[in-house]
């Protein structure tokens, strides 16, 4: 019997069950592939669907992201056989499993330089990192961009990736451990927001012209002091709500600071096309392969102890990325 982490109700890390599902013996359909999980990614998104600020129909199982090996191709899948080796981010939320059935077009061969934990942590992370720069807002050698959370999952992949596009970055952390690990990937300033005025200090780093775009995944207690660290026609990307969702708020407050543009992107729009995964995937292979992107797998997991993976990323003792083995 395999086993899955699945909960039956919303609420705290002990929601989370360990659960036998027999996932590994469930048919599979014809556009399916089974994967055995070798590692599991853990990111903030699967706080939200626990605690149901993102709704999931429920029992559910939780996770958006793993790495492993195909067991089994359904009878439409074409381009995958038994053995290869696999990784995704997306899909039906269920990754916190040992094995599991899952559609064949969300996954993407795993290069053989790159290991299993090193896959389950980059792909949604390093997928984000890329759509953000690349494409939601497509950063220029010289531009100065604020990044907030920049020791976190998403913040250490985003600085290393706009580093060597050539920006100055600026990122903000709360604490000195975490300004330190910043900068030791690519940030140029840090701000510890816990005990500094974050816009102050943008402005000050900027001679008062501020940034060409935020990225702002903190949400509710970032949001205005993010549009006042915008130069006039700047770019907030609002792409999440670690503190809690943003507020309505009136447009006009865009307006009066300068005609700025916002947009509250999510991965799962930017990978929605087959071929823009492949090519999205491709270039983050490339950036990790070639050294220039390097993955810290902060934090290992048992996959029975998830919930402590998720008690630990609530309460801001995590860096970098989180997998769970199973
Ligand atoms: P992180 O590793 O960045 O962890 C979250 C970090 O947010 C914490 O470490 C903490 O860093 C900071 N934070 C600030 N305020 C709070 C708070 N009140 N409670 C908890 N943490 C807080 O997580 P991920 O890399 O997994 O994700 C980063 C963010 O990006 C999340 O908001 C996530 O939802 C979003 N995201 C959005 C995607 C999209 O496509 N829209 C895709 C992927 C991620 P510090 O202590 O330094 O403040």
């Not at 005990?195 to 060409?212: A, L, M, P, Q």
């Not at 549009?227 to 407050?253: H, I, K, Q, T, W």
């Not at 300068?258 to 991965?267: K, M, V």
């Amino acid at each position: 019997m395999d086993y899955s982490i699945r909960f039956t109700q919303t609420g705290g890390p002990e929601v989370l069950q360990w659960t036998a599902v027999g996932a590994g013996d469930t048919p599979l359909k014809p556009n399916e592939a089974r994967v055995r999980h070798h590692a599991v990614g853990v990111n903030y998104i699967d706080i939200y669907h626990r605690t149901g600020l993102y709704p999931l129909p429920l029992p559910s199982g939780i996770g958006l992201e793993g790495a492993g090996l195909v067991e089994a191709v359904g009878t439409d899948v074409g381009d995958l056989k038994i053995g290869d080796r696999v990784a995704y981010a997306g899909g039906a939320p269920g990754a916190y499993s040992q094995v599991r059935n899952i559609a064949a077009n969300i996954l993407v061969k795993l290069p053989e330089v790159i290991d299993f934990n090193t896959g389950a942590a980059m792909m949604l992370q390093g997928l984000t990192a890329q759509y953000l720069l690349r494409r939601t807002y497509r950063v220029k050698a010289g531009e100065t961009i604020l990044i907030h959370a920049a020791a976190g999952g998403v913040g250490l992949i985003v600085c290393q990736w706009a580093k060597a596009l050539g920006c100055t970055v600026i990122g903000t952390v709360s604490t000195e451990a975490k300004a330190t690990l910043a900068r030791a990937h690519g940030c140029d300033f840090t701000i510890n927001y816990s005990s500094e005025n974050f816009v102050e200090r943008v402005k000050d780093i900027t001679g008062g012209k501020g940034v060409s775009v935020v990225y702002d995944s903190i949400g509710k207690d970032t949001f205005f002091g993010s549009l006042d660290c915008l130069r006039p026609l700047g770019m907030m990307v609002s792409f999440g709500n670690a503190s809690g969702p943003v507020p309505p708020f009136d447009l006009s407050e865009l307006a009066k600071r300068g005609s700025l543009f916002i947009t509250r992107p999510t991965l799962f729009s930017y990978v929605a096309k087959r071929e823009e995964l492949v090519a999205m995937a491709d270039e983050l292979f490339e950036m990790v392969s070639s050294g220039k992107l390097k993955i810290e797998v902060s934090h290992t997991y048992p996959l029975q102890d998830a919930a402590q993976a998720h008690t630990d990323l609530a309460a801001r003792k995590t860096t970098g990325s989180i997998i769970l083995v199973p």
